[in-house]
């Protein structure tokens, strides 16, 4: 079992920065790949970033590449969702999550991860 919790999140203009944190406790943070999904309101989840269980290897939405970055500290059990040159379209619940994910096919799909947080509120102002 694994629990996460996410912060970060604000309101913040056009152009600014935001950096979102997922924290993870209850199981062996290592072995995981952390993803980040975001969900606006009246639309589907969607992807935004990955990182895979080492952190060597990232992946990101097209549409985020750029301009987010994520990294993890093992040590801390902590994923980092740093997001510049924020654009109205980026507005949304943030979400984090955990899956024992090891095909690079694989991590842009939700129901690939097994653990997800309670979602952290992004706003962005035109």
């Known amino acids: 079992q694994v629990q996460l919790v996410e912060s970060g999140g604000g309101l913040v203009q056009a152009g600014g920065s935001l950096r979102l944190s997922c924290a993870a406790s209850?199981?062996?943070?290592?072995?995981?790949?952390m993803g980040w999904f975001r969900q606006a309101p009246g639309k589907e989840r969607e992807f935004v970033a990955a990182i895979d269980w080492s952190g060597v290897s990232t992946y990101f939405a097209n549409s985020m590449k750029g301009r987010f970055t994520i990294s993890r500290d093992n040590d801390k059990n902590t994923v980092y969702l740093q997001m510049n040159s924020l654009k109205p379209e980026d507005t949304g619940v943030y979400y984090c999550?955990?899956?024992?994910?090891?095909?690079?096919?694989?991590?842009?799909?939700?129901?690939?991860?097994?653990?997800w947080g309670q979602g952290t509120q992004v706003s962005v102002s035109s």
């Open positions: 999550a955990v899956g024992l994910i090891y095909s690079t096919r694989s991590y842009g799909y939700p129901n690939e991860y097994d653990y």
């Open positions: 209850g199981s062996t943070f290592s072995s995981y790949a």
